[in-house]
């Protein structure tokens, strides 16, 4: 099993560029997120979703859609990237029951210049 | 308070015990974890609590919950050089069944 990967690992933006970030988990978790890590910001829940079909919004939505069009794979969209949004972006699944562990991609480092 | 609340930094001797502490929020959340985070790598699930348990070992690990003070710790015994991490401390809130991330302890290891 790969559990959670995350594609591309980099990117550089200018500002005003769009792009898609693509997460993908081969452990048939109903649970997915997305997070941005900031330094001294912990980690911050951008949208996530419970399920094949459905996204909510987490803390921080702003300036990003995502999608969960098949259950293994979720989408995070930004239209008009800004500096702002320079971070480095984790997506998690988990399980719907239980311990509720969540399993964490490697990360994508994303700059906007 | 709104946050899970941890200090940013801890420095500890190599052999050493390290206890890193946290407050959480929601009296009544279920679970409460210790996540792991390797330099340029994601978060992983070192350890968890639920709810019902004082206290659990697992090996150099040891978790104490005072569920009175809202109040978790993480105590690694004799710390290695490849304990150094940031701990991120993690609540399963009852309220609305999302998980709250602290920001996060960096862990130094002096030799």
């Known amino acids: 099993n790969a559990g959670v990967t995350q594609t591309p690992k980099f990117r550089v933006l200018k500002t005003g560029q769009s792009m898609t970030l693509l997460c993908a988990q081969d452990?048939?978790?109903?649970?997915m997120y997305w997070y941005r890590q900031d330094p001294g910001m912990g980690l911050r829940l951008i949208h996530y979703s419970v399920g094949e079909g459905t996204t909510a919004k987490g803390e921080v939505p702003d300036g990003y859609n995502v999608s969960r069009l098949k259950k293994q794979n979720f989408l995070l969209g930004l239209e008009s990237a800004a500096p702002s949004q320079t971070s480095v972006y984790f997506c998690a699944s988990s399980p719907a029951a239980g311990v509720n562990e969540q399993f964490f991609g490697p990360g994508t480092r994303l700059t906007v210049l | 308070g709104e946050d899970v609340e941890q200090s940013l930094f801890l420095s500890v001797r190599e052999g050493d015990s390290s206890v890193i502490n946290c407050t959480y929020t929601?009296?009544?959340?279920?679970?409460l974890y210790w996540y792991k985070q390797e330099p340029g790598a994601g978060l992983q699930l070192l350890t968890y609590i639920f709810s019902n348990m004082d206290m659990k070992q697992d090996q150099r690990l040891t978790v104490l919950l005072n569920k009175k003070d809202k109040h978790l710790s993480l105590r690694i015994a004799d710390t290695q050089t490849g304990d150094s991490a940031i701990y991120f401390c993690?609540?399963?809130?009852?309220?609305?069944?999302?998980?709250?991330f602290g920001k996060g302890t960096r862990l130094h290891i002096l030799p």
């Open positions: 452990m048939n978790h109903e649970y």
């Open positions: 929601d009296s009544s959340s279920t679970y």
């Open positions: 993690a609540e399963a809130r009852s309220l609305d069944d999302k998980i709250i």
